[in-house]
C-alpha cells in the first residue's frame, strides 16, 4: 500500500506541482476509487478504476471517460469537470487513473428533499439529449441479457420478475438515438442551488434518451420512494413532449441485478415499483 501510494503521489505531482497532496476519499462507485486533491490554490479529484472484472470488460475506461468530457467541456455549455491529466493504461498511476478539476458542491442524492432538484434533473436530462454525439461515442448496449436473467432470490414477487424478464426478450420500443449520459442519476449530478456539475460519464453512449430517464427514475425511487420517480418522469416527458416507456425502466432494474447489493427496505422497495411497471406494460 505504502509503494503504490509512493507511485500515485509521484504520478499526482508530476502534473500538479510538488506540493500536491492526495486528501479524503469522495463518494464514488464500485469501480473507481475518488479522492480530492489539493494542489496550491487549486482542488482537483484523482479518479482511479480498480475493479479488475470491469477493467477487463472496458479497458479503456479511463481514456473514454477523459475523451467524452473533453468533448463535453469544448463543444457544449454542460457543467463538467475539466480534465487536467490521464494515464490511460495506468502505466504510471499504478492503475488506470485521471485527474479532473473539483466541483465544489454536494451530489444532489445527499439532499434530504427530492422535489427542489427534480425538475432541474429532468432540465439537465433534456440538455444531455440534446448534445450532438460524435461518431466515437459508443452504442448503446444492456448490461444483462434477458437470456441471462432471473429473479433475485430475495424477492417475495417472483412471478413479477418472471414476466418483467419475459417482456425484454421481445422488441425494445421505437425509439430516436440520442447522446446518454448511461448512468445518469441524482448521486451523478453535483447541487449548489441549482445544478453545478455533471460527473462520471465513463458510460456515455448513444441511445434511448429514455434509458437516462429510467436509471435516474430507478435511484429515485430507491431512496424516495416512487412518487418522486414519477414526478421526475412527469417533469421530462413535459418539457420533450416524448412519452417514457416503462420498458426501459424494466431494463433498468433487470440490467441492476448483478451489482445489487440485497437490501431489506431498498429490496420491498425494487419489488414494489417493478410490479407497478410490470402492470403499466
Known amino acids: 500500500l505504502g509503494r503504490m501510494t509512493a507511485v500515485i503521489e509521484a504520478w499526482v505531482r508530476s502534473h500538479l506541482g510538488t506540493r500536491a497532496t492526495i486528501g479524503e476519499r469522495l463518494v464514488g462507485g464500485v469501480t473507481s476509487q475518488v479522492r480530492r486533491v489539493d494542489a496550491h490554490d487549486r482542488s482537483f479529484v484523482l479518479k482511479q478504476v480498480t475493479n479488475a472484472r ?13 475523451k467524452v468530457l473533453e468533448m463535453l467541456g469544448t463543444d457544449t455549455s454542460l457543467p463538467v469537470p475539466e ?41 439537465t436530462a433534456v440538455a444531455i439529449g440534446e448534445v450532438e454525439p460524435p461518431s466515437w461515442v459508443r452504442p448503446f448496449v444492456r448490461y444483462l441479457d434477458a437470456s441471462e436473467a432471473s429473479p433475485p432470490p430475495w424477492t417475495t414477487v417472483e412471478p413479477v420478475w418472471e414476466r418483467a424478464i419475459d417482456a425484454l426478450a421481445g422488441a425494445a420500443p421505437d425509439t430516436e438515438p440520442r447522446f446518454i449520459h448511461r448512468d445518469y442519476h441524482h448521486w451523478n449530478v ?3 442551488d441549482e445544478v453545478v456539475g455533471i460527473v462520471d460519464w465513463s458510460q456515455t453512449s448513444i441511445g434511448p434518451a429514455s434509458m437516462d430517464i429510467a436509471h435516474c427514475r430507478m435511484n429515485l425511487a430507491t431512496q424516495f420512494g416512487v412518487g418522486a420517480a414519477d414526478r421526475f418522469r412527469d417533469a421530462w416527458q413535459e418539457r420533450t413532449g416524448l412519452r417514457h416507456h416503462p420498458y426501459f425502466d424494466i431494463v433498468t432494474v433487470v440490467d441492476l441485478l448483478p451489482d445489487w447489493r440485497p437490501r431489506d427496505r431498498e429490496n420491498r422497495i425494487l419489488d414494489d415499483y417493478l410490479t407497478g411497471l410490470v402492470g403499466e406494460l
Open 54 to 66: 470491469w477493467l477487463a470488460e472496458r479497458p479503456d475506461v479511463v481514456g473514454y471517460e477523459a
Open 83 to 123: 480534465v487536467a491529466a490521464v494515464d490511460a493504461t495506468g502505466a504510471e498511476a499504478g492503475d488506470p487513473s485521471m485527474l479532473i478539476t473539483h466541483i465544489d458542491a454536494a451530489p444532489a442524492g445527499s439532499l434530504d428533499r427530492p422535489d427542489d432538484v427534480l425538475e432541474p434533473l429532468a432540465e
Open 190 to 192: 453535483l447541487w449548489h
